[in-house]
Nanobody, 126 residues
Framework: QVQLVESGGGLVQPGGSLRLSCAAS????????IGWFRQAPGKEREVVAC????????LYADSVKGRFTISRDNAKNTVYLQMYTPEPEDTAVYYC???????????????????WGEGTQVPVSS
């Protein structure tokens, strides 16, 4: 049974930094993607960044390119989202998910993910 647990959320000031972690367990496949998504009140869940389990390929939403970095530590089965210079518009609940279909443009779509964590709140405010 795949389990994903997010951590590291909390209040961050604009221009600060924050690192989110997604610890995975129960992974039996070697061909999957881990994605970070976020959902603000009244809005749909949207992709932030994704990483490929096989070769570490990454993709980012345009809104976070150059500010956020997704990375992985295979030894710890953990994927990170480093947030640099967050803005109030980044305020949301951040979720990590596992996509079982490997890598492709589809990993940007939330409904293709079959495992999600509980989410971690990230308010960006001074």
């Amino acid at each position: 049974q795949v389990q994903l647990v997010e951590s590291g959320g909390g209040l961050v000031q604009p221009g600060g930094s924050l690192r989110l972690s997604c610890a995975a367990s129960g992974l039996s496949s070697r061909d999957y993607a881990i994605g970070w998504f976020r959902q603000a009140p009244g809005k749909e869940r949207e992709v932030v960044a994704c990483i490929n389990s096989r070769d570490g390929s990454t993709l980012y939403a345009d809104s976070v390119k150059g500010r956020f970095t997704i990375s992985r530590d295979n030894a710890k089965n953990t994927v990170y989202l480093q947030m640099y210079t967050p803005e109030p518009e980044d305020t949301a609940v951040y979720y990590c998910g596992m996509h079982p279909r490997g890598w492709g443009r589809w990993v940007q779509i939330a409904h293709g993910y079959d495992h999600w964590g509980e989410g971690t709140q990230v308010p960006v405010s001074s």
